[in-house]
């Protein structure tokens, strides 16, 4: 049996904020977000409540394109809904130029090169801890330093970056919004249409397979594996390319926690399903064996 063929009750996400869709309403309720598919955003399903302000935005960076759907009070209006969506916007795009690994100016690069310390700014030092944390909780398998060229907290990087543009979404007075990078996303309160976000998650590898679909008012998922590119993760303990899955997909309530959950499982294979037990706030949702 491989990994992802195990009975559907022991995937099950426990999380009060997120449940399981009956497939049998999947046919008749159209899901708000997909992942995992051709296009990973629908068109707006229903219509929107008359005091609130619907936007969907898209921008790109230079290492992702970001997608932004808001369901903002009316009492923000649209000048105040457009600041806030352009404060997130600018933080993502701050990310990317302040802390990209592959920018020689960034902080991380300033940070390999020892021409910093990681106090010397605050967010980087979160971003620092983040990683020392991730890499404790998988047992070293998501290590930000075993990389060539030193400290790259790639697979967390792009999570954190959706996590500080959300905040800045909820500052300015929207608690309704779903933020999306490639296979991930978060999402909080609800849709447009006044309900929980639906969000269908494709199987990152068969195209065959129905989604699995989950209504969710907070949380996130994240995946590794799915940009075609071979050897992308390296195994932290060996220094060689991982290559025990095809794909993971791990759900939770913060993204970086979960993207780095996605690479570290991605690098251990079935051994790392033992993180996703005793309690964990996260579940993995897809654990493609490669063939």
């Not at 000048?79 to 404060?87: K, N, P």
């Not at 490639?182 to 639906?198: E, I, Q, S, T």
Request: some cysteine.
């Amino acid at each position: 049996m491989r990994i992802d063929e195990q009975p559907r009750h022991r995937w099950v996400d426990e999380q009060p904020r997120t449940r399981w869709v009956d497939q049998s309403a999947f046919a008749s309720r159209r899901p708000d977000l997909r992942l995992g598919s051709r296009s990973h955003r629908l068109d707006r399903a229903g219509g929107t409540a008359v005091d609130r302000i619907a936007v969907q935005h898209t921008v790109q960076t230079s290492t992702a394109e970001y997608s932004l759907l808001l369901n903002a009070p009316s009492w923000l209006g649209r000048r105040g809904v457009s600041e806030a969506l352009a404060d997130a916007v600018a933080e993502l795009r701050a990310i990317d130029l302040t802390y990209g690994p592959n920018r020689r100016d960034s902080l991380v690069s300033r940070l390999r090169r020892g021409e910093i310390s990681p106090e010397s700014y605050p967010p980087l030092a979160d971003l620092v801890d983040r990683c020392a944390a991730m890499r404790a909780a998988t047992d070293g398998w998501f290590d930000a330093w075993a990389v060539p060229g030193g400290f790259d907290p790639g697979g967390l990087l792009g999570g954190w970056a959706v996590e500080r543009a959300a905040a800045r979404l909820r500052a300015a007075g929207i608690h309704d919004y779903a933020v999306l990078a490639g296979a991930d996303l978060v999402v909080r309160g609800h849709a447009a249409h006044g309900g929980p976000w639906r969000v269908a998650v494709h199987h990152p590898t068969d195209t065959r397979r129905a989604p699995l679909v989950l209504e969710m008012t907070a949380g996130a998922v994240g995946t590794s594996g799915v940009t075609g590119r071979r050897g992308h993760v390296v195994d932290p303990h060996t220094g060689e390319p991982a290559d025990q899955l095809d794909a993971a997909t791990v759900i939770g309530p913060d993204l970086a926690v979960a993207d780095a959950y996605a690479t570290a499982l991605y690098a251990a294979g079935p051994a790392g399903l033992e993180w996703f037990r005793n309690g964990s706030d996260y579940r993995a949702l897809f654990a493609h064996r490669h063939r």
